[in-house]
């Protein structure tokens, strides 16, 4: 039996966690990566905090949107060993796609400034085809 789509309407993420989904549109990136890939982009107005950074970590996490990734750097020494990287899922470019499709018609100064730090260029999400795929 096919799934059903859920019909009950996502809640729309928080600006700070459409930030973090559009840092990992660019590539996979640690913790530390993300909120200085946030404050730089928003130059500073959006600063998180570690509790707040790795708690929107952990439910984009246990939402499917993204995962945690094994294409860090070969621990150098212990402080790299330790560092997390994350990556978005296909979920997690569509729901980062379903975030911005409404901003995208919005004739704003805001809107304007937002897509210039963000979506020039719009990143393409990683092929998910496998060897053998037509």
Do not use: N
């Not at 107005?45 to 439910?59: N, S, V």
């Not at 070969?74 to 296909?90: F, I, K, S």
């Not at 499709?101 to 260029?121: K, L, V």
């Amino acid at each position: 039996m096919a799934k059903r789509p859920d019909p009950t309407p996502r809640k729309a993420l928080s600006l700070p966690v459409v930030y973090i989904l559009l840092a990992l549109s660019e590539g996979d990136l640690h913790g530390y990566a993300i909120k200085q890939d946030v404050e730089r982009r928003t130059r500073g107005a959006i600063r998180l905090g570690p509790g707040t950074l790795y708690e929107a970590i952990q439910r984009l996490e246990d939402g499917g949107l993204i995962a945690e990734s094994t294409a860090g750097a070969a621990p150098v020494h212990g402080q790299e060993a330790q560092r997390r990287y994350y990556t978005l899922t296909d979920r997690g470019w569509a729901t980062l796609r379903e975030e911005i499709r409404p901003a995208m018609g919005m004739r704003t100064r805001t809107s304007q400034c937002f897509f210039t730090c963000w979506c020039s260029p719009w990143p393409s999400p990683p092929s998910t085809s496998t060897v053998g795929e037509a």
